[in-house]
């Protein structure tokens, strides 16, 4: 069921609001053992929301947009009173006093949100194995992961669980379970989602964006969400292109770059290599012009990631300390206190990342990591600035392979943090970027997603681009 | 063009983790040491590029000092968020001692 489909019959009163929850609910009840997509169904919640968008239909008054439309939630973005984990043991059982921006805009477009998705421990991963919680499987081969951090998300998705889905995106967090589940997952421009209430990880790169398995869907759900937020002192006041108004209007003359340091690069599997050239040529046939283009820092982008993203999230992260929420581990004194709860409450990834960026922005070391690192930054921002003087929009794989099996990369962090490869650049020049499924592996029939990529505000250019894409894989 | 600093050490990762406020055990120290020096190691190919004239991103878009008016409005619900404390006494937060000999 589509979500555009949903909101219109239950705003036409052709169907209730309740019965389409139920459904889902049923789904939910076949497969969420298997899958384990939720930290948290919320079945009472869910079903006092659908009730409400039923009477108000009764009363003659419009619900609005997402009108009985179920929507799971990334488990790091609060929801007053109901338990917000961000699927770490040190706020396991934590009750938000305050709704993200983003959800109160969802009950206010009538969406009925139905649960809350499982990630990597403060979305620090790329496969959701690093969820206190136990990992998520992928609906459509339960031995490989759904990718992560927003692999619950994505997941929930994939199953039928929900039409819509909402994760976040540091390095890659929404594209990348996207293409391994086979759904579509966009990363807006940073700045166009208010970051109130999403948990945050590393300030500068933190994105929510919408998971849908069609492109309308997807972009009909940000249009709900996005939008200036006096709450977020990052939130871009002006600007802001239609979504929806031109989704249709096709590539004819648009001109299209395949990022070469992305694609042409030893790692990225033959198969999704040929998915992006197919990609290519579809756009072709549509009328659009492509042509390979280098930019040249985005070889760079993994490593200025890791210095960047883990010093954020060390300075982010200080405030679980056992103080005033969550767990509090053992001592008699304050600094052991701290010392205990976070060394009982952090996973190994997490730890390993705040050590990670403790260490870059310590005296003597900031300026040749960190300083360093913020400075190819720029060099990434300027080479995309130049990239898009002579193209419209860049085109990438989104994930170097199709999904991969549980434990493959879990021995050896560098690899792990290899499949963000193709969606780091977007984080660090702040740009939009959206995963397309385009075809499957031919040896297990795993999905492959394709990246349009866009600069920053280029959000609707980018749907218009998949819509077009998405139509020519049917 | 700066040069690459020297390889993470044990007592590198002991003085971070106290900075950070980990208790890590031996084990981990191990672990640690040997995983964030091979990330260091790959992260620091960032000093190849000259960046010499080039100024720093902190952040992408350009915003600054964005305020509000300074006019009183309604916050947080104070027991609800006293409900979430590990423990708490008449509005205030307890925690273990923070400064000389317990009382």
């Not at chain 1, 039923?54 to 439309?69: H, K, N, S």
């Not at chain 1, 998705?117 to 992928?138: K, V, W, Y």
């Not at chain 1, 492959?448 to 250019?461: K, P, S």
């Amino acid at each position: 069921m589509k979500a555009v489909d949903i909101a219109s019959d239950v705003r036409a009163g052709r169907v209730k609001a309740r019965d389409v929850l139920e459904q889902h609910l049923s789904v939910i009840a076949e497969r969420e053992t298997d899958v384990h997509a939720f930290n948290l169904v919320m079945h009472d919640a869910a079903r006092a929301s659908a009730d409400a968008v039923d009477a108000q239909v009764a009363a003659g008054e419009d619900p609005g947009p997402l009108a009985g439309v179920p929507i799971a939630l990334k488990d790091n973005m609060c929801t007053r009173r109901v338990p917000t984990t961000c699927s770490s043991r040190i706020l396991e059982g934590w009750r938000p006093p305050y709704d993200a921006t983003v959800v109160t805009r969802l009950y206010e477009a009538g969406a009925v949100v139905v649960g809350k998705t499982n990630l990597d421990e403060f979305a620090m991963g790329s496969s959701t194995e690093n969820s206190a919680f136990g990992a998520t499987r992928n609906p459509l081969d339960l031995k490989r992961v759904p990718g992560g951090s927003s692999g619950g998300s994505a997941a929930a998705v994939a199953a039928g669980f929900a039409p819509l889905a909402l994760g976040s995106d540091t390095g890659g967090s929404i594209r990348q379970p996207a293409a391994l589940c086979g759904v579509v997952g966009m990363k807006p421009t940073y700045g166009t989602v208010s970051r109130y209430g999403l948990v945050a990880f590393a300030s500068s790169l933190d994105q929510i964006g919408p998971f849908a398995t069609d492109v309308r869907d997807a972009a009909t759900l940000l249009d709900t969400i996005w939008g200036h937020d006096a709450y977020d002192s990052t939130s871009i006041p002006s600007g802001y292109p239609s979504l929806l108004g031109d989704l249709d209007g096709g590539v004819r003359g648009l001109r299209v770059g395949i990022v070469e340091e992305l694609t042409d690069v030893e790692g990225i599997d033959a198969e999704v290599r040929a998915a992006v050239q197919r990609a290519a040529d579809a756009l072709v046939a549509a009328g659009a012009t492509v042509d390979r283009v280098s930019v040249p820092s985005t070889m760079y982008g993994l490593d200025a990631y890791y210095l960047i993203a883990p010093a954020e999230a060390s300075s982010n992260l200080a405030r679980y300390d056992g103080v005033r929420y969550g767990m509090r581990g053992a001592g008699d004194d304050i600094t052991t206190m701290n010392a205990n709860t976070r060394n009982d409450g952090f996973g190994p990834e997490v730890k390993r990342r705040i050590m990670l960026g403790t260490y870059a922005l310590s005296a003597g070391y900031y300026d040749a990591y960190y300083g360093q690192a913020q400075r190819v930054r720029t060099l990434i921002v300027r080479d995309f600035a130049r990239a898009y003087e002579q193209f419209d929009v860049l085109l990438s794989p989104t994930s170097p392979t199709i999904a991969f099996e549980f434990g493959a990369k879990t021995t050896d962090p560098l690899s792990m943090y290899l499949s963000d490869v193709c969606t780091i650049p977007t984080n660090l020049a702040g740009h939009c970027a959206i995963s397309v499924p385009y075809g499957v592996d031919s040896v297990h029939g795993m999905p492959i997603g394709v990246q349009v990529l866009g600069r920053e505000l280029a959000d609707a250019l980018i749907f218009r681009v998949a819509r077009a894409l998405e139509t020519s894989a049917s | 063009m700066t040069n690459s600093p020297a390889r993470l050490t044990r007592a590198d990762v002991e003085h971070v983790a106290k900075l950070a406020r980990l208790a890590l055990s031996e084990a981990e120290i191990d672990e640690f040491t040997e995983q964030l020096a091979g990330i260091l190691e790959h992260a620091a190919s960032v000093n190849a590029l000259d960046t010499a004239d080039v100024p720093p991103t902190s952040h992408p878009v350009p915003l600054f000092n964005v305020l509000r008016a300074d006019v009183v409005r309604p916050s947080a619900d104070r027991d609800e968020v006293l409900a979430n404390a590990p423990e708490s006494r008449d509005d205030r937060f307890v925690v273990p001692r923070i400064l000389g000999e317990a009382p």
